[in-house]
């Protein structure tokens, strides 16, 4: 049976548009697919603010050609065909450009259904989605002060780092550049300070702000592994609801060490891109919630099928939703975290106002929660008018990471 049979007219895919705007100075590359039918189109986020022109040129040169004219209701066999069309595979520039896509599709297939995304997966598992927040402070009471002021707004859930003095910690504002090396960007980092200070941050938030409220920590692979085993212990008391990227994607081996001595929950991997980097960790029920970001593992797609699989192993969902994800991007998020009985929670930087006009339908956010509309597809547009009001800002290293070194100098991960 052809779809026509089936009920859906054939339409096609008409042109491929790669959107590049920086609203409040962040970096975002959405796709937008559009189609044989007049006015039917969709949006993907295929954002890797790091390196946004290299996906942009992915797309343009490579995926645009691959897929116009194909059939956009067969969202699989776009994803499958375009996936191994490069033959080498995987990675962040080539996954962000074809989540761009797949997304994009997603998007396209609930406006053809008239249905929000998140019906075609089954419909909600819940009314709304819990997020977490971020409260970072230049001193434990700085962070109990922001971390309060969220609570009275009605968030639940909230991670919290704290500067430590004299270096440029994770998470938070300060630190200082290297004099002897000649590269604006550098910045101090020790690991043995922040390990001794943050079991004190914890203890400071339990005592002050209670037993009620969740609290989560984001390591960011920034210490040696076993700092990072001692660590999660210490921590073990604070009942932390998640401990999160204890280890570089390089030294995940250490999880099978830490999970004999701790029960503090862990959390792992927005860095992964590859189903060869998580899946070992779920099978074997390593971490206990998976911190992908979406558009680095290829999309919405391969995101359904990493939710099911951790759904059987036990493991929660946390998709990496920090403002270099497009409102896009967040739109798909929470439509999966809707449609899933086993999410966890979901991180949002909540939007600015100036990102909000850019993408109208943008997700809601109060009582601590992000809702969704109930308009077809993500339910979220972009204004391209006002998008080209916000180029990418100009910068010597295109939006690259700041260098992170010890204080002999020594490069360590960010
Ligand atoms: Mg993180």
Redesign the pocket.
Known sequence: MTESEAGLHPVKIADVKVILTAPNGIRLVVVKVLTSEPGLYGLGCATFTQRPLAVATAIEKYLKPFVIGRDVDRIEDIFQAAYVSSYWRSGPVLNNALSGIDQALWDIKGKRANMPVYQLLGGKCREAVPVYVHASGQDFKEVEEKARAFMEQGFRYIRCQVNIPGLTTYGSKGGKVIPALDHSQTRTWEPTPYVRTIPKLFEHLRVTLGDDVELLH?V?ERIPPIQGVWLAKALEPYRLFFL??LFAPEDVEYFRMVRQQTATPLAMG?LFVNSSEYVPLIKDRLIDFI?VHISDIGGFTMARKLAAFCEFMGVRTAW?GPGDVSPVGHAANMHLDLAIPNFGIQELALFPEETKAVFPGCPQVHDGCMWANDKPGWGIDIDEKLAAEFPFPEDKYGGAWPEIRRLDGTVIKP
Do not use: L
Request: glycine share 0%.
């Open positions: 984001d960011h999160e990227d927005e911190r990496h």
